[in-house]
């Protein structure tokens, strides 16, 4: 199957043993690449009892489609498992270089399954067969060292390096695995179930190319993608002032959370933009393989109460989540935060949940110095935040509290519905009092309340694709808006199969003409949109096979159903038992169990999940 | 009674805007701290046979100056945005948020972006400035 490598690297921890198998070609084309591929996968291999830290629960490593070819800003890959956070789906996108490198060296994907008696890390190159080698000596390191280290003891200056740090082999459960320095699979706990197959690391160096049906055809079309992406202003922008660019529009309209999601203005926000950040402490860029955009900064801050050396900067979600959020402007702090979160291999956005609720709590009264260590966790304080980054990785007294996350910490103390979390996952920093779309992203997102599963606040911000009937509407708007909120969370999961990031916003044209060169077939827009459809009702189907029961899970944290007196969002809540009402309608699922319809998983291709999933159900199977 | 209507892209307009900008205590707040001058070109369309340059110099939280430009080539200001008059027309009858408008490409902008990112907030209230003169758009 052109496009494709072919093989994926299967790797039993327990016993070391590595083998290739051939790449599933009918799932590759129903479901394409990226976390939808492995999501199939992992769907063969996991159910309800699966222990999220056992042997049993594989780590999945998945290129997309088009990682590694002359399509631009093609770096994503995912790693995916049940996780360890919130029970369900993990699956954790990232760019970098490690994607790129795992097609060059022949694979489409790693599933390592097992645990490991030892530390252990898995070493791929074309000049040898795949290793796992000892990581003994490794363990304890943090992710910058870890990647010098193997890259220099392998004597291979080109190798790239996704790992753990010290987080993931303390199974924090919202450890992260890093490559590139900081490109961080973040989300999820991906690296905690790394580490709990002491897999401290994976290294890569490969020379081949993915093999494409028709060079010439797709060369044509990444050339015009690529020009046709640079003219885009909101790459413009990423291009000078970094994710975080944004900032003082998203503050303007209530999309910022200050002092837990408890606060609609900040006057520190305006310290924490990243156009401040290009102006002021920014030595750089740095980016991902094939990207133009280079969206990341490289920062130094040499002076003041939080010297910060010459490192990769903090962006949106880490500037909001360890910073506005904590009521903590000081640029220098909150890079120090994102420096030891990357070093330690910390998830930022899941860290500054669990620090917020951490700070809620102590703020209103439900816990005292007597639970925190002595700590006095005052918002705007940088002090104690350094301190907890630290406990959580090495879960020490307090920290070791903070590491289970937020949810674990509301049933800890007693503070039913009080942790701003949806199904385990503490959301993205973009309020959905601010633009009312996220309120149903969050509620319906496969990995818990997560903000990329559906970026909605772009289409929000004003960021159409009219291609798909998704236009941006009225902030504020409840009625109507689900079914353009479910069309572009289908549309997101098309381009996240194709292993391009959506910063680029992918041309439309191109894309299907990119997989027509790569296939060598004809390939088109509905034909890739079907496909995304289908991969976010199969993310769906496993959930529910893992447990979820949206009833009791797809509900709207209690702080968030409290208006705000002042700030952008301007005192509204949105209705999100309307709009989670009207796209379960478009979505066609059913209301009372959550489940996709079967007639609508038999349009989709899904027919056998059908049968499997509506099986107490008689006379609604297929 | 019903106020009289200046039209758009004349120094008639811009002295009302100018005004009213130096009026808006939320205008004063939100650009405290920004230093830039703009040309705003309107391009032609309409009855408008050619383009119009506005030029504004904002300090501060005030319009230090406004006037059409007579000879565009006399100045070199740090932005411009440039539109077609109905593009202008959607900004300032609030039915096209300018972010929208520069991530749809209907308001062209030259300048540094960094710095024009952190006034997003400035630029709103500059944008609700232009509601307060009554407008009569020459298309």
């Given at each position: ?8 690297l ?7 043993e590595?083998r ?8 590759a ?5 990226n976390?939808?591929?492995a999501?199939?996968?992992l ?37 995916v ?7 369900i ?5 990232v760019?970098?270089?490690t ?8 694979y ?20 040898r ?41 303390n ?31 994976i ?9 494409l ?18 003219g885009d202003f909101?790459?413009q922008?990423l ?11 998203f ?17 520190g ?19 991902c ?29 880490t500037?909001?989540a360890?910073?506005n ?9 909150v ?32 816990i ?13 304080d940088?002090a ?6 630290g ?7 307090f920290?070791d509290?903070?590491a289970?996350?937020s ?9 039913s ?5 949806i199904?385990?996952?503490?959301p ?13 992203v ?10 990329n ?21 009225d ?32 041309p ?19 034909d ?31 702080l ?19 709009m ?14 959550g ?8 349009t ?10 509506w099986?107490?159900?008689?006379g609604?199977?297929? | 009674?019903?106020?009289?209507k ?5 120094q ?8 009213e ?39 501060h ?24 008059v109905?593009?202008?027309k ?6 096209l ?5 520069l ?11 960094a ?7 400035a630029?709103n ?15």
């Open positions: 199957m052109r496009g494709y490598l072919g093989k994926i299967v790797v039993d921890a327990t016993t070391g590595l290739d198998e051939p790449l599933n070609e009918t799932y084309r129903q479901f394409i690449g976390s939808g591929l999501a199939r996968y769907y063969d291999l996991v159910d309800a009892d699966t222990d999220p830290l056992g042997p049993y629960n594989p780590l999945i490593m998945m290129t997309g489609a088009l990682t590694g070819t002359r399509t631009p800003a093609s770096s994503r890959h995912a790693f498992a049940r996780s360890p956070l919130t029970g789906l993990g699956e954790a996108n760019g970098g270089f994607g790129r490198e795992l097609r060059r060296v022949g489409d994907g790693i599933i390592v399954t097992g645990q490991s008696p030892v530390p252990v890390y898995l070493w791929l190159s074309d000049d067969p795949p290793e796992l080698r000892d990581a003994s000596h490794l363990w304890g390191l943090d992710t910058y060292n870890t990647q010098a280290r193997i890259v220099e003891e392998l004597g291979q200056p080109r190798a790239r390096v996704a790992c753990i740090g010290p987080a993931g082999e199974l924090v459960r919202y450890a992260a695995i890093l490559n590139a320095d900081a490109r961080a699979a973040g989300r999820t706990g991906m690296g905690t179930v790394m580490g709990s197959k002491r897999l401290k690391a290294a890569i160096r490969g020379r081949g190319e993915v093999p049906s028709d060079k010439e055809r797709f060369k044509q079309a990444a050339r015009r993608a690529l020009i046709r992406t640079q909101s790459v922008v291009k000078e002032t970094g994710t975080s660019g944004g900032m003082d529009y503050d303007m309209v209530g999309n910022v959370p200050f002092r837990y999601w408890t606060q609609g203005r900040f006057e926000v305006d310290n924490l933009n990243g156009g401040l950040i290009a102006e002021t402490i920014a030595t750089g860029h740095t980016g393989w094939g990207c133009a955009v280079q969206c990341g900064f490289e920062i130094e801050v040499p002076q003041g109460p939080y010297p910060v050396p010459q490192t990769d900067g903090p962006e949106y979600e500037l909001c360890l910073g959020q904590l009521l903590i402007d000081d640029l220098g702090a890079s120090t935060f994102d420096l030891l979160c990357d070093r330690l291999g910390l998830d930022t956005i899941s860290t500054g949940g669990a620090i917020g609720f951490a700070f809620w709590l102590y703020n209103n009264g439900l005292t110095p007597d639970d925190t260590d002595g700590l006095r966790l005052t918002w705007g940088p104690p935040v350094i301190e907890l980054i406990k959580i990785a090495i879960r020490d007294g920290g509290v903070l289970d996350g949810l674990a910490m509301e049933k800890r103390y007693q503070a519905g009080m942790a701003v979390q199904n385990g996952l503490d993205g920093m973009h309020d959905p009092r601010g633009m009312s779309g996220m309120a149903v969050y509620l319906t997102s496969p990995r818990g309340a997560c903000h599963k559906g970026d909605f606040y772009q289409v929000e911000a004003g960021h159409d694709f009219p291609e798909f009937n998704i236009e941006s509407g902030h504020h708007q409840e009625s109507g808006k689900a079914p353009t909120v479910a069309r572009h969370q289908n549309y997101r999961a098309m381009v996240d199969s194709s292993g391009c990031c959506q910063f680029v916003n992918m439309f044209r191109e894309l299907p003409e990119l997989f027509s060169a790569a296939w060598g077939e004809e390939v088109s827009l509905d890739l949109y079907t496909a995304g459809e289908r991969i976010f009702n199969l993310k769906r189907v496993l959930n529910l096979k893992l447990g979820l029961n949206p009833r009791q899970s797809e509900i709207f944290p209690e968030w159903t409290r208006p705000l007196s002042e700030g952008g969002t301007q005192g509204f809540v949105p209705d999100w038992q309307l989670l009402r009207e796209y379960y309608e478009y979505r066609q699922w059913d209301w009372e169990t489940r996709p319809r079967p007639e609508k998983l038999v989709l291709g899904l027919g056998d999940m059908a049968d499997e999933l099986s107490d159900h008689e609604e199977g297929c | 009674m019903s106020e009289e200046v039209t758009f892209a004349t008639a307009w811009i002295e009302q805007f100018h005004a900008i130096n009026k808006s205590e939320a205008y004063r707040q939100a650009a405290k701290t920004w230093e830039g001058d703009f040309y705003f070109i309107i391009e032609a369309e309409g009855a408008l046979t050619e383009p119009v340059y506005m030029y504004m110099d904002l300090w939280g005030e319009s230090r100056g406004a006037f059409i430009a007579q000879d565009p080539s006399a100045r070199s200001p740090e932005f411009v945005i440039s539109a077609p109905s593009t202008w959607e900004v300032i009858e609030l039915r948020d300018p972010i929208k408008g991530l749809t490409k209907k308001l062209k902008l030259k300048g540094n972006m710095k024009i990112m952190r006034a997003v907030k630029a209230e500059l944008v609700r400035c232009t509601t307060r003169v009554p407008t009569d758009f020459p298309l």
